[in-house]
Structure formats: C-alpha cells, structure tokens
C-alpha cells in the first residue's frame, strides 16, 4: 500500500504532504513519501526559510505608538540613571594617556589622521575611536562633560537598537513558539524586546562602558556590531534581493574592527542565527560560508595587525608570567563570573586583579571548568527542544571570547566593560523565559519590569558615582579587593597626589610596596610624593631605589633628575637626563628636563637645541611651547617666539594659554591690533575670565577705543 502510494506520489506532492503533516515524526513523514528523513527535514527548514521572508511572515517592520511607547519608557530611565555621569571628571586609568595627554586628538588634520591609521598608541590600533576622541577634542577641548555626554548618546543609541534588533530577531522564532493567536505573539515579542533593552540599558555591570570616557571605544564597536546583526538578518529573509543588506553588515563590521577588534567575533554569530532561528544552514550550506569568506578575511587581517601592535608594544604578557594552564583557569572562572555579576550586580570595580585563586588549578576552579562544561553540554543535548538556549549562550561565549585572557593584556583577571555585549545573549534568554511565562498576566509583568527597573537604576546609579573622580575610583576599588594588587594602591595613591593629600598618598604608596617589594613604580612615585612635600633627599632614596629595581624605566631617571636639579646637582642632574633620553629616545619631557639644565650649566645654544626637540615631539603641550617660546622672547628673537605660538596653535588649538601669551607678546611689541584678535579667541574658549577682559581693556585704551 505504502510502496504502491510512493510511486504514484509526485515531487510536489511529496513537499505537500510533508508540510501539511509536519506533526508527525520524521521517520513516519520519510515511510509515508518514500524520503529520507534528511530531505524531509530540509523540506521543512526551507518552508520556514521562505515564510520567514515572505511579506506574510513573522518578520514586521515595528511600527505604531506601541513600539515607540517602549522605547521610550526603557531609553528615558537609562538616560535619567546615567545624567549624573556628566559630572565625572577623568580619572586616573587611561584617560590621561587616551584623551588629556594625546597630542594627537587636539587637531583635525593630516598629520594626526595619519597617526590615527598608522599608529600601535599602547597596543592598540583603533583608527576609528581615535577619530572619534578627537571629534569630541574639538567640540569641549578637555572638558569631560562632552566626553562623557558621547558616551550616554552611544549607550541610548545602542539600548534602543537592542529593542528593535530583539524584535527583528524574536520575528524569526515566533513560528517556533507554540503560542496562541497573533494577540498573543505581538504580546510575546514586545514584552520579550522591551525587557531585553530595559536590562541592557539599566544593569550596572555596564556602568564601566559608559562612564569611563576611555571606553568609547567598547560603546562604537557594539554599536556597528548590533547594526550589523540587524542589517544581516533583514538580508537572510531574502537573500537573493537584499544584496545591499549585506554590504551595509559587511561595512559595519569593518567600521567596528577600526572601532575595536573584539568585533571579529560577528562572523561566528552570523553563522551562529544562520543555523537558528534562520534554518539556513542544512538548506544553504555552501552560500552561507561563501557569503562569511569576506568577513573572515577582514577578521583575520585586522587580528594579525592587531597582535603585531601588542608584540611591538610589549603589552602581551609572558607565559613565563601567567603560564597557559593559569590563563585557561581564569578564562572559565570569567565566564563564571560574569554571569555572577548580571544576577547579582554587587562588589563592582574598575579593576579586579589577577590572584592565586584565579589562576591555580585548584578543586574550586575545577569544578568551574566542569560546571560550564556541563552546562554547555545541556544546552547542545536541548537544541532541538530549547534552541533559544544554545544561541543565546553561545552569543555569549563567542562575543566574550577576546576578552577571556588566552592571550593576556594587563594584570587584570577581568573587567566590567568586556561584558557590554555578551551579556546581550543572557539577557535575551531571560526576557524570552520571563515573557513566555508571564504573556497572559500583564499586570505580573509590569510589576516585575519595576521592580527590575527600580533595582537595576539604582545600582546603576551608585556605580556611576564610583567613577565621578579617581579617588572615589580606587577608594572602591580596593574596598573590593583588599590587600591584594600593589597597582591598586599605587594608583590610589596617584589619585591622592593629584589632589593634594600628600600624605595618604605616601601611605598608599608604602601598602603597594608592602605587597609587591620588588615593583619599582611605586618607589618612583612615593619619591614624587615626597619631592612635593619639599623632602627632596628623600625622594632622591626612592627614586635610587626604583631605578636599582628596574634600570631600564626611563621615568625615575627623569625624576631623579628633577631633583638634582632642584639641589643644585646640576652635573649628576644632566647624566640622569641623558640616561632618560637614551632608555626613551621618544621622552619631550626628558629634552625639556635637559633644556632647563643646559641653561642652568650656562650653555644656551645647547638649551635652546634640548628644547626645540621637546617642541619637535610634542609641539601642542604648553609646557614645552611656552619654555622654548620664553627663551626665545627673552633672546629678541620675537618672530621666532610668535612661530613656536602659532605652530602651538595648530596643533593644539584649545590650549588658551598660547592665545594669552601671544596676545602678551603682540602688545609687548606695539601689534595691538594682532594682540586684540588673540585675546578675543582666548575668550572665546574661556569667557568667564576676568584678568582676559583686563587685558582686553589694555589693548582697546592701545587702540583709542573705548
């Protein structure tokens, strides 16, 4: 009967009968057409394929107040939590060398464009970041208020392309929830994208991204990735006639590796949705990977330029230092952790520091490496059941997988920014769960959401202070990992420094010698602490015992020739000097340092040459310009003076120190009507001045104005 029904089947009729019977098991499907059970489940992968192309499928453009009501009751309490970030000044972790000191973000033009794409600055090649800082440079100079208003647009931006992106990709599974009628699946995909945002844009673990002005970078890169994903899947709907989608993912995918290189991780992801819920990998096997060759290229590429500027930049730690069986203890112990951290967002810090517990093989490590195992292991064994659990987790896994510490950058064990976007995926499994439940009780959900929002904004609020100035940073920091890392209190005790607090700087200092006797940087700083409190042979001990520790650090050999210099040692002062400049050829600061000794020594022609070069490598700090555009005025030589200014200027156009000082010497000079335009510009930039708009009236009682 059976063989007599195959014969007379045709091939569309075959397809019919499938599609109509898709309850019934694969074996009875493949007896009753005469298939095997491999082309009646690709029969089925393909229809779901095409209806979720077609215009009568699950895919909808959002649309309507609804969707806009959501949106805006997740970004307005995000917005509202981080407002007070505005008020955070830098702090002392990166953003001194990323932003206040990088010359190189003060201007706009070919020079610093061609140090933006050339450069390995600390490791990193982030042309696009780099663009980005400097935007912001023009906008409010070194003020951190713009800085930090970028950065909570970035993260608004990101958490309303999250709820979209949700909704698009939630499209796509409905067919697979067995929910009743279409009330009910616009219910599940709402509530299920609106939680998804509400947690991404509220949870305090993302705090680090948004309110260190540094992270910029993490906030651009997840935002070209989630546009990627978006564009991606509207051309996986229709491949054949979207072909424009794709380019637009493929260019975001290169805008977010100049961003930052975690974005290699998207190809995986790709073919991570191609398998589900977009069911084209049994179907289009071959063109999906033919379609992920670009992507891969370009990952690969920007991966080996990547790891060349960490070698070159010496920042990749040794396996002498953290052996390979350390590093994989602590890649499961971060996957772990971070997981910890989204359920229960306590004891959050800028720095967690690498520790015998997390690197040991030790029982308790073990058993984090079984456990994620084992977990892994039972979202394979439910894929069919459960799919939404294995691509969710394994989002998680593979956009966090940079950052897990196999090829290890700094001494930290983990850090609050690597999660911005991985935690995506945990969060979507959890709205997906909590929606499900909860889609006939809409009044439980609604208490549930402000509860969750109440609690999370809070959090997020208190975090957002730790970061409002870098003792508030440490002071934290060190509260949650007491009396472990010597680099804690070190800059704890920088943060003290920079605020005056001599003395609990000092007492900082000596608890990261107590922990790590053999680190030279805080003897070099300690040595600083005490040169400010005027106890320079003092200083002079530390900074001998920094350079005995670690010869090769060219900074307490500048410092210790500050302070021969400040004792008259003027010859002991010029062989540290040299030392400085031949360990760090680069150093402005250590050809300054010699300038100033030179002239000290009597030796002009020779100080004029030490300061020049400073100029020559950072022409656009003050320090430098003003020393080398002093000496200069001081010789008579006015036009080179107002060249020095004027080069100042073009590099470095927001420093109104070179306005003042050029209006002063135009005036000095009888140019009152050149000093009147210097001065305005001087105002321009700080019109709250008073001692400005003294010498304003000097120049216009010059000019015979009023």
Partial sequence: MLRKQEAVLSKKEKRDFVLSHQSLPLEELSKQTGLSQRQVRKIIERSKAEDLGSSKGPVQKPSG?????????????????????????????????????????????????????????????????????????????????????????????????????????????????????????????????????????????????????????????????????WFYLGYASKPDKKIQQYLACFFLFVLGLLSKQVTVTLPLVLLLLDIWPLGRFSAERPRIFFEKIPFFIAAFLVSWVTVIGRAQSESLMALKVLPISGRIMNAFHSVVFYLEKMIFPMDLAAFYPITEKTKNVSAENIFWVVLVILYFGICFYWRQKRPYLIVGSFFYLITLSPMLGILQVGSHAAADRYAYLPCLGPFLIFSSMISAILRNRLWAFILLTMIIAASLGYGTFLQTRTWNNSINLWENVVKVSPG?????????????????????????????????????????????????????????????????????????????????????????????????????????????????????????????????KSVSLDPGDPRYVINLANLYFQGRKTAEALSVYQHGIAVNPREINFYLNLGYIYFQTGMFSNALEELKAAVNLEPNRSDIYQKLGMTYEKLGQS
């Fill in 65 to 229: 107040p609804r969707y806009w009501w959501s949106i805006t009751l997740v970004v307005f309490p995000t917005f509202l939590v981080y407002l007070p970030s505005l008020n955070n000044s830098f702090v002392n972790w990166d953003d001194p060398i990323y932003i206040q000191n990088n010359v190189h973000i003060r201007s706009l033009n070919i020079s610093s464009i061609r140090w933006m794409w050339t450069s390995f600055f600390d490791g990193n090649w982030l042309p696009l970041t780099w663009l980005s800082l400097a935007f912001d440079y023009q906008f409010g100079g070194e003020n951190p208020r713009i800085f930090h208003f970028h950065n909570l647009l970035l993260h608004c931006l990101n958490t309303t392309i999250i709820f979209f992106l949700s909704l698009r990709f939630l499209g796509f599974v409905r067919k697979n929830q067995r929910l009743e009628g279409e009330k009910h699946q616009d219910k599940w995909l709402i509530t299920t994208a609106f939680m998804t945002a509400l947690l991404f844009g509220l949870h305090p673990l993302n705090v680090e991204a948004v309110a260190w002005a540094t992270a910029q970078n993490i906030l651009l890169s997840a935002l070209f990735y989630l546009l990627g994903l």
């Fill in 484 to 612: 472990v890392s010597f680099l804690s209190y070190t800059k704890l005790g920088n943060a003290y420094q920079d605020a005056g607090r001599l003395d609990e700087a000092i007492n900082a200092y000596d608890k990261a010698i107590g922990l790590d006797p053999l680190q030279s940087i805080p003897y070099d700083w300690k040595g600083l602490a005490l040169y400010s409190k005027g106890l320079v042979e003092e200083a002079v001990k530390y900074f001998s015992a920094a350079i005995e520790l670690d010869p090769k650090d060219p900074f307490p050999h500048a410092n210790l020739c500050g302070a021969y210099q400040k004792l008259g040692r003027y010859e002991d002062a010029l062989v540290e000097a040299q030392k400085s400049i031949q360990l760090d050829p680069g150093s402005a600061l250590a050809y300054n340092n010699l300038g100033a000794i030179y002239w000290s020594l009597k030796e002009p022609e020779k100080s004029f040459e030490a300061y020049q």
